[in-house]
């Protein structure tokens, strides 16, 4: 039986490279590489979600938004006249009484102090971005930080970190948000700030740490050790990238809840900015046209925005799920 | 060259079982218990053992990834002696350069997020080797080493797009890339098809002849342990029961627990009747063990001598053939 | 020559993927007699589960039967329903899956789990009768009855690994196959196990599938082995003729390759290459990329599956000579 089979015993291996190898690698700089290799990267993870039917729906949302923020300015520029249209300081004095109805001229109507109500949709919707994505970074960034050093240390940092987060979950959101902006003037970056900070310390801290406690124990994270790695590269250079996924995914929960957050505060009065969706609505408010439905256009627009963008964010996060947990996806 | 590259000396790791916040930790799990064995220069050790046995513990400590609990790990680095079971900080991390670890798991052990070429490069960006370039060179040098050619179309390949043969390869590359005199090499073929498994077996063999390396080759299998290494101990609860030639251990066993395991291991040949296993009972956990013989609840030749003595110590009973037994 | 009780034609079965279909087993011919034990071998990926769940028709929603016949005792399985299937299930096949100390319910008592078992193909049965028969069986595979009402995670694996034996016994099967039964063990165990299974199938007369990568344990367990690669069978027969006269360069191949602590210490065989996907099997023979003896008419067509004499099966163009 030996004698028969005379397979390959040993594997021929030569350690000399020939010249066309090297001259490929010289071809082929890392940095461009790498590049493609991220691309490559995008284009599958675009094909995994594009599968996901809400997760386009929730995008064409923020894209159809954000089309209006972008088209704002441009309106305001070479389109509308300024003295009418303007979001804050604009009056129409085409129209007689105040708030009008929607026309021609005012496709969503005005509010109670004259000011066209598209024209402050449109307005608001940049910083409604703007307050949800600075949000989103600072709550992902401290939150992944706290989950990946919480995780690999353990013991006493992770108890305190846990601790803190435990802390900020049994407080009540809102109400903290309303006691801080009683206590020094908020606006939008202060706010965006302090739901970052609120939101990461807290639970997305939580959440990410019993991610990062599975790849902990992965095998490639002891061959790092045993190379020499340190601590720190090990956080940064595997366990942070293997949570990115994550991260991203609640990033747009995030901007979810900040979104809210915001428009909460700003009905009740509590923002010292000029003009938001929620300010509108407390703008209605305040004149008593809230619970008046022959008023709808001073409520519904803003609030539709609201409910929207806000659902948005959150299918995405959703087909995002699907693309970032591989047990989720169909076969 | 038979210098003595590695010395283990009592070496000792307990794991402790908590039991709630405030009460005292009282029982502890003799993981490694007094351990002591040498390799010289360009011998490979083989540990086997079944589950519980200590074995892939041993391969932890000797890699640093434990401390031990007590004990002395000698080693050999650049002319000295050190002892690596104290080690911190930088002295720590220049020790890494002499010593690596091959994992059971070629899927686990390779980052997924990784391209090939980081993860061979790793050692060599840790331990702060070569610029950009110089170390593309030594990675594809390396790939091409253990058989992945041409090295540039596996350069920037990720995991999940090479075979487990090609991913155990890799990891092979990874630890041999800085030269490393030891290498720790913890069932790297277990999880492998059988007809995968020799190419790789042949390729440590080859490797560390080229390249000089020294191994402890842990594994469960004892027919792979036969062609992998020169020298065989058998662990047995956290302790060294025999140990020799790996052909004499296999062929002349003294120790009643490596014939039974002997007598134990399945021969691929229907013509062949096999002994049945002389053991009883089943395998404990080394919890708080007494003060016994380790193997005594499951020996079928344990006397009174057993019963009575503390666990025997490991004796050359001839021709370096060790055994830790009263009956022998 | 005592009677066939299963009997497998051309039987092929794909799994349908995003990716496309996956060819698993593909024109497989076999027969086993009352009381033998037929041992299957092979890499991973060669099918053997597939074929294993396939005759249990435990079948995944994206697997499509695409031909064949599973003769029962003369019943074809194939053409049954989930309901007419549910009578031959556990009752006159049963199966011990791979890992299968991970298949027995955590929150249940294994005695619990074992009568519930008789219960759903017996229909109902006075408890008391059933609890006596958890505590033969229990001693048929050598655990003391006494841990009967205890919970799996109070067993050790061994232990779990008869509990799930005996689960697989309660209903007098008359067929088990059992899926890589032994291979999450430590050795002294697998041993004990293996004498078990085979002393069983003596006192019992059951006929017993096992399936393995495992040459050595399927050398210890088998009157007959079938030699499993890329969804064929491209060998099958008695267990001694396939290790002495192999006839199939993979079997020759495979046989070398592994190694074993008894006898002189022989040079391992390589076979170089990689199983192939299954997605896009290769052409001809599924063998010829990995074969040295692979000529012109091996890359063209497959071969036949033909007997060599005394019911030595092979399926080569260029069989090894014996």
Not at chain 1, 88 to 112: C, F, K, M, N, W
Not at chain 2, 48 to 70: A, D, Q
Not at chain 2, 97 to 106: A, T
Not at chain 2, 227 to 252: C, D, F, H
């Amino acid at each position: 039986m030996e004698e028969r089979t005379k397979v390959i015993a040993k594997p021929k291996v030569e350690v000399i490279l020939e010249e066309e190898e090297r001259k490929k690698l010289k071809e082929m700089p890392l940095w461009r590489v790498r590049l493609y290799l991220t691309w490559r990267e995008i284009r599958n993870n675009w094909k995994l979600f594009s599968e996901n039917k809400i997760g386009l729906v929730g995008l064409g949302i923020i894209i159809f938004y954000a089309f209006m923020a972008i088209l704002h300015p441009i309106l305001m520029k070479w389109v509308w006249d300024p003295n009418i249209y303007d979001p804050i300081v604009g009056y129409s004095y085409d129209e007689v009484l105040q708030p009008a109805p929607p026309s021609l001229r005012h496709l969503l109507g005005t509010d109670p102090l004259g000011r066209d109500v598209l024209s402050q949709l449109m307005y608001s919707t940049r910083s409604e971005f703007a307050l949800g994505i600075l949000a989103a970074i600072i709550t992902v960034t401290i939150g992944t930080t706290v989950g990946a050093v919480a995780a690999y240390f353990g013991g006493i940092i992770d108890t305190l970190l846990m601790r803190l987060a435990d802390l900020i979950i049994m407080l009540p959101f809102v109400t903290i948000l309303i006691v801080l902006s009683a206590m020094f003037k908020m606006n939008l970056i202060i706010l965006a700030i302090v739901i970052g900070i609120l939101s990461g310390f807290g639970g997305t801290g939580i959440v990410i740490k019993s991610q990062a406690l599975t790849i902990k124990v992965r095998a490639y994270i002891e061959a790092a050790k045993v190379a020499g790695g340190s601590d720190w590269h090990i956080i940064f250079r595997h366990i942070i990238p293997n949570l990115m996924p994550l991260s991203f995914l609640y990033m747009m929960f995030s901007v979810t809840s900040a979104i809210f957050s915001e428009a909460v505060l700003s009905f009740f009065g509590l923002l010292n900015i000029r003009m938001s969706w929620g300010l509108m609505i407390h703008t209605a408010q305040t004149a008593g046209y809230l619970l008046n439905p022959k008023t709808w256009w001073l409520i519904v627009p803003a609030g539709l925005s609201i409910t929207l963008l806000c659902s948005a964010f959150y299918l995405v996060g959703r087909a995002l799920d699907e693309v970032v947990n591989p047990r989720l996806r169909k076969r | 060259m038979s210098e003595t590259l590695v010395q283990v000396e009592n070496l000792r790791k307990l794991f402790p079982l908590t039991r709630g916040l405030f009460r005292r930790e009282s029982l502890f799990v003799h993981a490694v218990d007094d351990v002591n064995f040498t390799i010289k220069r360009g011998e490979s050790l083989g540990l086997v053992g079944e589950s519980g046995s200590g074995k892939t513990t041993t391969g932890k400590l000797l890699v640093r990834l434990l401390e031990p609990t007590s004990g002395r790990i000698l080693m050999k680095m650049d002319g000295e002696e050190v002892d690596i079971s104290k080690l911190k900080g930088e002295s720590l991390k220049r020790f890494r350069r002499y010593v690596q670890m091959i994992f059971q798991d070629p899927y686990e052990s390779l980052n997924p997020r990784f391209t090939v070429f980081d993860t061979v490069a790793e050692p060599l960006v840790v331990q702060g080797i070569g610029d950009v370039l110089e170390r593309e060179e030594r990675v594809a040098q390396m790939l091409a080493l253990v058989g992945l050619t041409p090295p540039s179309s596996f350069l920037f390949r990720f995991p999940h797009e090479l075979s487990g043969g090609q991913r155990q390869r890799v990891a092979i590359a990874r630890a041999l890339i800085i030269e490393p005199s030891f290498v720790v090499a913890d069932e790297p073929t277990s999880m492998l098809d059988v007809s995968i498994r020799t190419g790789i077996m042949y390729l440590m063999l080859d490797l560390a002849e080229r390249l000089g390396v020294t191994y402890l080759y842990i594994t469960h299998d004892l027919a792979v342990a036969r062609y992998m290494s020169s020298k065989l101990a058998v662990m047995y609860l956290g302790k060294i029961v025999e140990m020799g030639e790996t052909e004499e251990v296999l062929q002349k066993p003294l120790h009643p627990y490596t014939r039974a395991l002997i007598s134990a291991v399945p021969v691929p040949d229907p013509r062949y009747k096999r002994p049945i296993p002389e053991i009883k009972g089943a395998i404990s956990e080394p919890i708080n063990p007494p003060p016994t013989c380790r193997f005594l609840d499951r020996c079928l030749q344990a006397t009174r001598i057993c019963k009575d003595s503390p666990h025997p110590p490991l004796e050359d009973k001839g021709g370096g053939h060790y055994v830790a037994c009263y009956m022998v | 020559m005592a009677e066939s009780i299963l009997k497998i034609e051309n039987f092929t079965m794909h799994y349908m993927t995003k990716a496309g279909e996956v060819s698993a087993v593909d024109n497989v011919d076999l027969e086993i007699r009352k009381g033998e034990s037929l041992g299957l071998v092979g890499e991973s990926g060669c099918g053997k589960t597939s074929l294993a769940i396939s005759i249990m028709k435990l079948l995944p929603e994206n697997a499509i039967i695409k031909g064949g016949h599973i003769y029962f005792d003369g019943t074809d399985l194939v053409p049954l329903s989930e309901d007419e299937m549910r009578r031959f299930r556990w009752r006159r096949i049963s199966m011990i899956f791979q890992a299968a100390m991970n298949s027995l319910n955590p929150v249940y008592k294994v005695s619990d789990q074992i009568i519930e078992a008789m219960e759903t193909h017996f229909g109902h049965i006075d408890y008391y009768e059933a609890r006596e028969k958890v505590a033969n069986l229990f001693r048929l595979v050598g655990l003391d009855p006494k841990f009967m009402d205890q919970y799996p995670h109070e067993y050790s694996g061994g232990m779990r690994q008869r509990a799930v034996i005996a689960m697989a016994l309660a209903c007098d099967p008359d067929l088990i196959i059992a899926d890589e039964p032994t291979t999450a063990l430590d050795v002294i165990v697998q041993d004990n196990i293996l004498r078990e299974l085979k002393a069983l199938q003596e006192k019992l007369g059951t006929t017993m599938i096992y399936i393995s990568h495992d040459i050595a344990v399927i050398a210890e367990v088998s009157h007959r082995i079938g030699i499993m690669y890329a969804g064929k069978i491209v060998e099958l027969a008695d267990a001694e003729e396939i290790f002495h006269h192999p006839i199939h360069p993979y079997t020759a191949g495979l046989m070398s390759a592994f190694p074993s602590i008894v006898g002189p210490k022989r040079e391992l065989v390589t076979i170089p290459g990689e199983p192939p996907d299954l997605l896009n099997p290769p052409s001809g023979c599924r063998f010829h990329p990995r074969c040295q003896y692979a000529t012109k008419i091996c890359r063209e067509k497959e071969p036949e599956f033909k007997d060599y004499g005394s019911g030595h099966m092979a399926s080569c163009w260029n069989p090894l000579e014996g």
